[in-house]
């Protein structure tokens, strides 16, 4: 393993890798540049990568949310939007044919 990826790593862990700004990671990796442990070239290489693994981590995270809210939402039995629109449509229609009833068994 590279000195390089030893240090991505390591900043990945130390990190949090899924949520960081890229201004920390840029803080991060400059202090190795002012330590003399990489180059500019490589520390921004190594930000960008950093930053980029955390985007992917932070999308896969939302994906995992979205779906375990899905199942939870499913296991309670809830109707859908279209499902709570199409039932208001039939009380509506019924509500209109049982006025019209209605007027009917008056006259």
């Given at each position: 393993m590279s000195v390089i990826e030893m240090?991505?790593?390591s900043l990945l862990a130390s990190l949090g890798a899924?949520?960081?700004t890229k201004e920390k990671v840029e803080q991060a990796?400059?202090?190795l540049v002012e330590d003399g442990k990489i180059s500019r070239d490589e520390a921004e290489k190594l930000a960008n990568e950093l930053v980029e693994s955390g985007k992917h981590q932070w999308d896969e995270i939302q994906e995992k949310m979205a779906e375990t809210v899905r199942k939870g939402l499913d296991s309670?039995?809830?109707g859908s939007k279209r499902e709570?629109?199409?039932l208001k449509e039939q009380v509506d229609n019924l509500e209109k044919r049982l006025t019209?009833?209605?007027k009917v068994t008056e006259e």
């Open positions: 240090i991505r790593k899924a949520v960081v990796t400059q202090r309670f039995d809830i709570f629109q199409e019209v009833l209605e």
